[in-house]
């Protein structure tokens, strides 16, 4: 199973090319594809594209929220951002769901990359 971040999921929805496009491609059509609950929410945040993306995201699985999860994603950061890195909350989130689930996340966001280094989340391809 691999969870898809937001900046991937809006280039394969535009139609952009890039190796994770492809790769998000593949993965669905797999159905090998899970999504954190933050990457979601941001999805859905767009009022426009919501109503066309509420049939897809149904199908595709959601990760749980489990018991702690709030406070290991606070002690996430806090370690990212100990060390003067970037570490946006909605990055944490997203990271903390991959970590307690084992998936790995599939993402052109590079600031995943220090989520990668010092927590070991698995990351499939980062721009």
């Known amino acids: 199973m691999i969870a898809i971040d937001t900046s991937t999921w809006i280039a ?17 059509a797999r159905g090998d594809v899970v999504i954190p609950p933050v ?9 426009k594209a919501a109503r066309r993306l509420v049939g897809l995201f149904g199908q595709i699985p959601l990760l749980s929220v489990d018991d702690g999860y709030w406070q290991r994603a606070g002690l ?40 990668a280094r010092h927590a070991g989340l698995k990351l499939v391809i980062a721009l």
């Open 12 to 28: 394969f929805l535009s139609g952009e090319l890039g190796a994770d496009a492809d790769a998000a491609d593949e993965a669905l």
């Open 39 to 47: 990457v979601l929410t941001e999805l859905m945040s767009d009022a």
């Open 76 to 115: 996430l950061r806090a370690k990212i951002l100990a060390r003067r890195l970037r570490a946006r909350l909605a990055d944490a989130l997203i990271a903390q769901s991959c970590l307690d689930h084992g998936v790995s996340l599939l993402t052109r966001d590079a600031d995943f990359r220090h989520f």
